[in-house]
């Protein structure tokens, strides 16, 4: 089971479940971690909850395909960690070192050490759902987009769903200064996240999700990529342990989880090209990509 939101006409953003055969049932809460809470009280969980919904009453009319999505939460804030798998340590030393290998780096200390990588990756404002323009950093010639399990919390740490997640990155910026990861990492447009939320209850075992990026440009296919979760070096509830530690988050975090997969090192994102990443279960998350326009 998963959750989306859509417009209705008249912009209204609609809840949403959408059932294994792609049925859509529309939701009386205004957002996911209101239907949490109302299940939460109830005793029941969310799933248990909707199946009462769907129990009875119809699907809308239209399928899935034919709404227009917008971000599944507004997620005041979103977290990344990083250096999670094998494939982001080496693409990072790859670009701290110029391509010289021999020497360790903070990112093989990261790799290895107890204390996992976490930092503060977006805001609502700055994040962008399905379908949304994701935009380019104008001071960088090394942008990639990276490709992440999400996972919604609650405010106290419960890991509640799964989404999709992008964690745009500026590989020229932080290669040159590990000090620069703010701004390597965050601007207009930076993340996009959807364009649903996997309940959790409905994924047995999120080890196994499998990960798919592909970068179209003017319509062919430049990049394909894919990965498993069950590469991650951490555990998921080990994440969100630091995440929470002497921290307070709020209802809808979203925690990105590290990217496995990376473009090749001659790649950069341009104007006019689409992202998709998709995670099996969960969707496609297509973003188109654009170039920052002046004084926006
Ligand atoms: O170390 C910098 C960021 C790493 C990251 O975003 C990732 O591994 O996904
Ligand atoms: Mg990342």
């Known amino acids: 089971m998963r959750i989306i939101r859509f417009l209705q006409s008249g912009g209204t953003p609609i809840l949403a479940a959408v059932t294994d055969d792609s049925r859509v049932y529309r939701l009386p809460q205004n957002d996911f971690m209101e239907l949490v809470r109302e299940a939460d009280e109830e005793g029941k969980t969310p799933l248990a909850w909707i199946q009462g919904i769907i129990s009875s009453g119809e699907p809308i009319p239209e399928m899935l395909e034919e709404l227009e999505l917008v971000v599944p939460l507004e997620a005041a804030e979103v977290w990344a960690c990083g250096v999670t798998y094998e494939r982001s340590r080496d693409a990072r030393n790859y670009e701290a070192t110029g391509g010289k290998l021999d020497a360790s780096t903070f990112y093989d200390k990261v790799y290895e050490?107890?204390?996992?990588?976490?930092?503060?990756?977006?805001?609502?404002?700055?994040?962008?759902?399905?379908?949304?323009?994701?935009?380019?950093?104008?001071?960088?010639?090394?942008?990639?987009?990276?490709p992440e399990l999400g996972l919604v919390l609650s405010r106290e740490g419960r890991i509640v769903g799964y989404t999709v997640g992008n964690d745009m990155s500026c590989r020229d910026i932080e290669g040159e200064n590990p000090l620069y990861l703010p701004q390597a990492k965050m601007w207009k447009g930076s993340c996009s996240i959807g364009p649903a939320i996997r309940l959790v209850e409905t994924v047995e075992d999120p080890y196994s999700f499998q990960i798919v990026c592909r970068i179209f440009r003017e319509g062919e296919k430049v990049v394909e990529g894919s990965a498993s979760t069950g590469q991650l070096k951490r555990k998921l509830d080990e994440l969100v342990s630091y995440l929470l530690r002497d921290n307070t988050i709020f209802d809808g975090t979203v925690l990105l989880t590290g990217t496995?997969?990376?473009?090749?090192?001659?790649?950069?994102l341009l104007d006019g090209d689409r992202v998709e990443i998709e995670i099996e279960g969960i969707g496609v998350l297509s973003n188109p990509v654009k170039s920052q326009v002046a004084g926006s």
């Open 260 to 268: 496995c997969i990376v473009p090749p090192d001659e790649f950069t």
């Open 113 to 146: 050490a107890q204390r996992p990588e976490i930092f503060f990756k977006s805001t609502a404002a700055r994040t962008v759902g399905p379908g949304r323009d994701l935009y380019l950093r104008s001071d960088s010639n090394w942008q990639i987009p990276e």
